[in-house]
Every structure is written in C-alpha cells, then in structure tokens.
T-cell receptor, first 113, second 113 residues
Framework: NAGVTQTPKFRVLKTGQSMTLLCAQD?????MYWYRQDPGMGLRLIHY???????AKGEVPDGYNVSRLKKQNFLLGLESAAPSQTSVYFC????????????FGPGTRLTVL | AQSVTQLGSHVSVSEGALVLLRCNYS??????LFWYVQYPNQGLQLLLK??????LVKGINGFEAEFKKSETSFHLTKPSAHMSDAAEYFC???????????FGTGTRLAVRP
C-alpha cells in the first residue's frame, strides 16, 4: 500500500496563476483533508470531505476550492494564486471520522512569486 | 471548543538524556489525544494516541505519554534521546472520532551529540 500520495512535490507559481494539487489514498478511507503548514502556526485545515461527492470548509478556506469526485482522490485548487498562499500543503485521510487517526501524505511545497 | 497548547516551540536535549515535550489540552468532554512526529521534509506520522483506555500510552520508537485528567496534560516522554529523534512533534485533541482534530503549534526537538 502506498498510503497517501501527493502530486506534485514542489511547484512555483506566479501571482494570478492557477493550479491543482492532487491527493490519492489507497486505504479506502471515507474522510480526507487538506491542510496548510506555515512556520509557527502549526497545521490549519483548509477543506475536508466526509465521503465521495462531499466537501466542507475548514478554518482557512478562502482562495481555495476542492473536489472529491472519486473516493480515493481529493483535489485542491487555487484559482488565482497569491503570495500569501506560499506554504507547504498536506493531504490526510482517516477511516472513522475527523477525530480519528489521520494519515498524512508527504506534502507539496508551493511558492507563489 | 477544544484546544491544545504545547509549551516550548523549541527543545534541545543531549543524546541519551530524557525527552519531555509538554502538551496541555482543554476539552469539555473526555478527549481523544494524539502525538504526531514530523521528520524534515516529510508528512506527519502518528506516534501514539489516547482514547480513554489505559492512561499510560506507549508509542513507536520508545515514546510514551501519560494522560493526566487533573492536570489536563498529555506530555510526551522518552527515557533516552537518539539523534534520530530530532524532528517536530505535534500534539492534537478531538472530542470523539466524529469531531474535528485540533493541532498544537508544534515543538521542534533538537538532539545534541
């Protein structure tokens, strides 16, 4: 099992450009999450999904959109990137619920110039 | 709403010394408590979790944590630090498997030779 994988690992964007981050999990988990990690701020939840076809807002959803068309995939989109979105993005998944053990991907380091 | 506080954003110990990383939580109900570790340039991985069974929880790599309700604490310890323990450690709390998971801001552990 690969667990949780993320594509790409690194990306540099110019302000205003768009991109999509892909997360895939092979553990048949219902719940999936997108976090951003910034120095001194820990992990902040952007969006999450409680099952295929569902999405919900987290703590810091502005400027991001998500889709969960297939159970194993969770996509994070930036429609018009801003320098404030420079961060490391982590995808995670869990089986029983949001408060259950979450399994994390290796992260995507995004720089917006 | 539940919250978690990690005292000390940076902790430095000598190799072979005791590791003590502090975590205090607030929760209106008996919590689920987690410790995650993040090695450089990697995602988070679960070290251990408490879900209202034994108050002393043993995790991977020789780490353990004790749930102390009277002190609202869940400190992480390891008797003897190894160089390989250098990483960032996150405490997290939820009210149940169905509730959201709230992370602390992390403690970076450095191990001196």
């Amino acid at each position: 099992n690969a667990g949780v994988t993320q594509t790409p690992k690194f990306r540099v964007l110019k302000t205003g450009q768009s991109m999509t981050l892909l997360c895939a999990q092979d553990m048949n988990h219902e719940y999936m999450y997108w976090y951003r990690q910034d120095p001194g701020m820990g992990l902040r939840l952007i969006h999450y999904s409680v099952g295929e076809g569902t999405t919900a807002k987290g703590e810091v959803p502005d400027g991001y959109n998500v889709s969960r068309l297939k159970k194993q995939n969770f996509l994070l989109g930036l429609e018009s990137a801003a320098p404030s979105q420079t961060s490391v993005y982590f995808c995670a998944s869990s089986y029983l619920g949001r408060g259950d053990t979450q399994y994390f991907g290796p992260g995507t380091r995004l720089t917006v110039l | 709403a539940q919250s978690v506080t990690q005292l000390g954003s940076h902790v430095s110990v000598s190799e072979g010394a005791l590791v003590l990383l502090r975590c205090n939580y607030s929760s209106s109900v008996p919590p689920y408590l987690f410790w995650y570790v993040q090695y450089p340039n990697q995602g988070l991985q679960l070290l251990l979790k408490y879900t209202s069974a034994a108050t002393l929880v043993k995790g991977i790599n020789g780490f353990e944590a004790e749930f102390k309700k009277s002190e609202t604490s869940f400190h992480l310890t390891k008797p003897s630090a190894h160089m390989s323990d250098a990483a960032e450690y996150f405490c997290a709390v939820s009210k149940s498997s169905g509730d959201k998971l709230t992370f602390g801001t992390g403690t970076r552990l450095a191990v001196r030779p």
